[in-house]
């Protein structure tokens, strides 16, 4: 059984357009394949305090307007006249 290198290519036995089965390792031709990995990447610091504050930001932005809401609903500032 050989290796077959890259500066092989040229050589009979490994061609390119002619692969001997020397070529690779245990006499028969490797199956194409996907190698999956999965790794833990922590989140930056950094980004997630501007995710918390903007969250909080938002949060409280959005029960600021309800109160004002609730506080000033019964003040009608623009009347609605129809003309019949």
């Not at 390792?25 to 990447?41: I, L, S, W």
Request: aromatic share 16%; net charge positive; proline share 4%.
């Amino acid at each position: 059984m050989k290796w077959c290198f890259l500066s092989e290519i040229n050589v009979h036995v490994c061609n390119a357009y002619k692969l001997s089965r020397d070529c690779f390792v245990g006499d028969k031709v490797p199956k194409d394949n996907f190698a999956h990995e999965r790794t833990f990447a922590p989140p930056s610091i950094v980004c997630f305090v501007v995710v918390i504050v903007l969250g909080l930001l938002g949060t409280s932005l959005s029960v600021g307007f309800l109160f004002f809401n609730l506080y000033y609903r019964n003040n009608r500032y623009l009347h609605i006249y129809v003309m019949t």
